[in-house]
């Protein structure tokens, strides 16, 4: 069975710093692209940041040079460092691993951790 549980949300003040970890368990994690979505009210389901099995890292326009996507692979985990976090931040943030299957792919998802970032 397959779980990818996060945790590390919480309630931060703008400029503030969180991070966020996913553990995951029943895959091959280090064949797994992992990822951070995040979805605010209102508002669609987007990519936040996203690492391969070979380290090499995404980042969305809004949060580069404030974020640092990293993993684990010994611990399965992959984490969320964030910093200078402003109110757009704030969102449910989700754990997401992909890894191919023949002529496809298969991906998991964990059950989000809230960030709130208050001024």
């Known amino acids: 069975q397959v779980q990818l549980v996060e945790s590390g949300g919480g309630l931060v003040q703008t400029g503030g710093s969180l991070r966020l970890s996913c553990a995951a368990s029943g895959i091959i994690f280090a064949i797994n692209t992992m990822g951070w979505y995040r979805q605010a009210p209102g508002k669609p389901r987007e990519l936040v940041a996203s690492i391969t099995g070979g380290g090499t890292t995404y980042y969305t326009d809004s949060v580069k040079d404030r974020f640092t996507i990293s993993r684990d692979n010994a611990k399965n985990t992959v984490y969320l460092q964030m910093n200078s976090l402003n109110f757009e931040d704030t969102a449910v943030y989700y754990c997401?691993?992909?890894?191919?299957?023949?002529?496809?792919?298969?991906?998991?998802w964990g059950q989000g951790t809230q960030v709130t970032v208050s001024s």
């Open positions: 997401k691993a992909t890894h191919p299957v023949v002529g496809t792919f298969r991906a998991y």
